[in-house]
T-cell receptor, first 109, second 114 residues
């Protein structure tokens, strides 16, 4: 079952904040977040695990509510480089990911 | 850059033809997953290869097949191409030993079926 992301699109000015949500109808064991710029490969941002562990490579924060089967990605003090499409992915098993439909983020000067 | 390379970058094929896409995984990774990404959509899982065997498959017909080689590189083959197969095909390499590890994506192959 594909996770559902909201909003579908958001436009920000530089320095503004945004929250992207991801929810699933199935129990989540981990949530993966990726960002994809137009014409490029998806780039890993973060994994959130049951129990609160997080693994990430960028200064981006996120939360994972196991009971509600939801995750949220927090983008603070946005920069132009944050523009792109953000995908959450739920892990079925051993690295197999089911991705949401994406949230398109545009940061304007 | 992730170290995952795909070839070719773009491809145009005619309906009914067959196509082979290639992926070289990141050094040290033993697992390759393939995804199909239609325009404006999230990547959809096709299948995963681990130790040269298929290790899980998404909702794709048998005309989508793959191979993984001893050096962990991989191929995706699609037979009897249909117009709806037009998409960006992504491969992602990872380390299989446990779940919850990040996958590193290649740049993708843009396939157009006419």
């Amino acid at each position: 079952q594909q996770p559902v992301q909201s909003p579908q699109a958001v436009i920000l000015r530089e320095g503004e904040d945004a929250v992207i949500n991801c929810s699933s109808s199935k129990a989540l064991y981990s949530v993966h977040w990726y960002r994809q710029k137009h014409g490029e490969a998806p780039v890993f941002l973060m994994i959130l695990l049951k129990g609160g562990e997080q693994k990430g490579h960028e200064k981006i924060s996120a939360s994972f509510n196991e009971k509600k089967q939801q995750s949220s990605l927090y983008l603070t003090a946005s920069q132009l480089s944050y523009s792109g499409t953000y995908f959450c992915g739920t892990e079925i098993q051993g690295g197999k990911l089911i991705f949401g439909q994406g949230t398109e983020l545009s940061v304007k000067p | 850059e992730t170290g995952v390379t795909q070839s070719p970058t773009h491809l145009i094929k005619t309906r009914g033809q067959q196509v082979t896409l290639r992926c070289s995984s990141q050094s040290g990774h033993n697992t390759v997953s393939w995804y199909q990404q239609a325009l404006g959509q999230g990547p959809q899982f096709i299948f995963q290869y681990y130790r040269e065997e298929e290790n899980g498959r998404g909702n794709f017909p048998p005309r989508f097949s793959g191979l993984q080689f001893p050096n962990y590189s991989s191929e995706l083959n699609v037979n009897a191409l249909e117009l709806d197969d037009s998409a960006l095909y992504l491969c992602a390499s990872s380390w299989f030993s446990r779940s919850n590890t990040e996958a590193f994506f290649g740049q993708g192959t843009r396939l157009t079926v006419v």
